[in-house]
């Protein structure tokens, strides 16, 4: 039970209507969800306008309610807090609610377009293995300590993070690691938290559908740097061009990392194969049983990340060389006829090109064959770059669905095909049905070859329309070895 003068003095409303002297049982934006002595915060979403709910709330036993406009029906036994942004507030109350729970933790954040998944896993299994109890906030699972939480968002609602975080805190974390969507910024989910480092990897084509263009996405992740305290450390990718723009104006201490310049921390690859690769880190040599450059640098920025923590470089090392993919990140099935099958959550140019290229390099002159699709209901300008991108590095491509939505799957597919040449076309097929598009790359595939199914990673779904389906590449990958 919180007291609710205690959350009225966290948000600075504009007006308060009502006792504040009285207990809050819990806190949540939606009606459904609602408990006696709840405190409903009335949220404006895009598909609905939390203000109409409030009646709802209020039935269902809620004894107060943050909103931006006070209904002119107040009932006299609720207390009405009005905000100029219910966004914000509900970020700010979530976390007063909780006891301000990021405050009892060291909690590490971690934006960009590619490489969070990555790289806030594997900083969660190398302190797990290192002995620290941890937290995980990411795309694909969430963790306290060692209990598994589905997830639903890369960047949780407020209400839910500051549970999990005030979880982690019940049960003795010391650390959590979460991703930190631009989406995320823009709508105050991470506002209230306090995060000891805030990592950026870098910035490419993604998410226009959301933001409209490329500057209302760079600046919603710069917004996540400009809110660290001056506590914080904000660890930097300074090869990618955005990197400095991110920390113009953050009050956090900067640390760098490079895989090709001078920097506060730099890496080289030494060799690579399908098995890893060794890594030049600081000056000293390490092994890993990850590939690929882009994976030098989320590597990179790990290593660093533990060392700012305090953990000692030759222990970080160690614990670096112990550290395994995250599921469906350039996870590799061997198969009959030497063929191998890369799954790889690549759905962006800037990531697919990353995937390629490691894998042309390491292929050796063995046909390279890239499977991908593009999501429906999301950025369409991406999907010709996406062709590109394909044609470029791989030697045959097919062409298929991925999680279509409410699209016709035809009329992605024509998307993407706009972004081929005549001679990328030409070794192009297009099969809509994505099982029989994995089939098919199999089965004519020659001996040897490397076969990339991009996009899809860790999901092991698939959505057409409004169904979602059971659809584990895996499963099929497997299926189709057992015939050859």
């Not at 806190?27 to 915060?41: N, T």
């Not at 029906?73 to 219910?86: C, L, P, R, T």
Request: proline share 3%; aromatic share 6%; glycine share 8%.
């Amino acid at each position: 039970m919180k007291q609710l003068k205690e959350i009225i003095d966290a948000i600075s409303p504009l007006r308060v209507l009502g006792p504040a002297d009285r207990g809050i049982s819990a806190i949540c934006s939606d009606s459904r969800q609602v408990v006696p002595g709840a405190l409903f915060v009335a949220v404006r979403g895009f598909a609905s306008d939390g203000h109409a709910y409030i009646g709802a709330a209020v039935e269902k036993g809620a004894v107060a309610v943050i909103c931006e406009e006070i209904p002119a029906q107040a009932g006299k036994d609720v207390s009405y807090i009005q905000v100029e942004n219910s966004r914000l507030a509900v970020a700010l109350a979530a976390d007063a609610f909780y006891g301000h729970p990021s405050r009892e933790l060291k909690l590490v954040g971690i934006t960009g377009t590619n490489g969070k998944t990555t790289t806030v896993t594997l900083l969660y299994h190398l302190m797990m293995d290192l002995g620290y109890p941890c937290g995980l906030l990411s795309t694909i699972a969430n963790y306290v300590g060692t209990r598994r939480l589905e997830t639903a968002n890369t960047t949780a609602d407020p209400i839910t993070i500051n549970a999990l975080l005030a979880e982690m805190v019940a049960e003795g974390c010391a650390y959590c690691f979460m991703e930190v969507s631009s989406i995320g910024v823009e709508q105050e989910r991470v506002s209230g938290l306090r995060f000891q480092v805030g990592i950026f990897s870098n910035l490419t084509h993604d998410h226009l559908d959301y933001h409209k263009t490329f500057a209302e996405y760079l600046r919603c992740k710069k917004c996540f740097f400009d809110r660290l305290s001056p506590d914080a450390t904000a660890l930097i990718n300074i090869d990618d061009k955005h990197g400095r723009v991110m920390v113009q104006n953050t009050a956090a201490r900067v640390v760098t990392y490079s895989c090709r310049s001078l920097a506060d921390h730099t890496c080289r690859v030494m060799e690579e194969s399908f098995d890893g690769m060794q890594l030049r880190i600081d000056g000293r040599e390490t092994w890993t049983r990850l590939i690929g450059q882009h994976n030098a640098y989320n590597l990179l920025a790990i290593y660093a990340t533990a060392v700012l923590l305090g953990i000692e470089p030759e222990e970080a090392l160690v614990a670096l060389s112990r550290l395994e993919s995250a599921q469906g990140r350039l996870e590799t099935l061997h198969g009959p006829r030497s063929l191998t099958a890369v799954i790889d959550y690549a759905h962006t140019p800037d990531a697919l090109e990353n995937v390629l290229r490691t894998l042309r390099d390491i292929a050796d002159g063995k046909q390279l064959i890239c499977l991908f699709g593009c999501g429906g209901d999301r950025d369409r300008t991406k999907r010709p770059e996406m062709a590109k991108v394909a044609e470029q590095y791989a030697d045959r491509i097919i062409v298929t669905s991925d999680n279509s939505r409410s699209e016709r799957t035809e009329d992605i597919l024509e998307d993407i095909r706009k972004g081929f040449s005549r001679e990328g076309e030409a070794k192009s097929i297009f099969i809509a049905d994505r099982r029989e598009a994995i089939r098919t790359a199999i089965l004519t595939a020659p001996e040897g070859a490397c076969i990339l199914l991009a996009g899809k990673g860790h999901e092991t779904y698939q959505i057409i329309g409004s169904e979602k389906r059971h659809f584990d590449e895996r499963e099929i990958i497997s299926d189709v070895f057992k015939t050859l």
